[in-house]
């Protein structure tokens, strides 16, 4: 498995013994290592090689589209959700994001901030942004829907959540040094735990 640098962050952000919903929980480290703080959980993933290896790690995985099929989950079946750079890879994001304020009080979200320098100077020159965080060429991306912080923070709201924490980052997925100033130009993505205004 690849570790990735902000799983220690988001895994800090989620309570001990938390019921945990992993949607797009690729090949099961993130739960993983929850469930090794005491949490238990379930991943959602689509890909089913990914599936075969959240299963072999000993991940609760169920092969679902996060895009139509999240109904098949309870109301305030779940402490927490995690969408962890997966938003911007939905087809119908605010139905997403409803369907996970239905589920838990408490999400955490990461997405990456398609405007930070880098990726600005690169459409100055004419060319796509294509970075360590989004190491993609435009036309093999899973990225459907480009963002900044600034238009993301927005539709939090639209859909019902506060924002308790925001968490810069850069293009390790380490807690930017430069916190919250100038995030929006400044960071590669953006980690949130948000709570459902309800």
């Known amino acids: 498995m690849n570790a990735r640098a902000d799983y220690d962050l988001i895994t800090q952000l989620v309570p001990e013994r938390s019921r945990v919903l992993d949607l797009g929980c690729g090949d099961g480290e993130l739960l993983r290592r929850l469930m090794d703080k005491g949490c238990t959980g379930t991943g959602v993933e689509i890909e089913p090689d990914q599936v075969l290896k959240a299963i072999r790690s000993g991940v609760s995985v169920i092969e679902l589209d996060i895009d139509h099929q999240l109904d098949e989950f309870g109301d305030d ?111 590669s993505s953006a980690l949130y735990l948000l709570h459902a205004d309800r």
Not at 130 to 155: A, Q, R, V
């Open 77 to 187: 079946s779940y402490d927490v959700v995690i969408l962890s750079r997966t938003l911007q890879a939905v087809h119908k994001p605010m139905e997403v994001l409803a369907q996970i304020r239905r589920i838990a009080v408490h999400a955490v979200v990461s997405m990456p901030n398609f405007v930070q320098w880098r990726n600005r100077l690169r459409l100055l020159r004419g060319r796509m942004p294509i970075s360590e965080d989004l190491p993609f060429e435009w036309f093999d991306t899973p990225n459907l829907h480009y963002t900044s912080i600034k238009d993301l923070e927005p539709l939090f709201a639209t859909m019902g959540f506060k924002i308790d924490r925001r968490i810069p980052l850069d293009a390790k997925g380490h807690a930017h040094r430069a916190g919250n100033l100038g995030a929006n130009l400044l960071a």
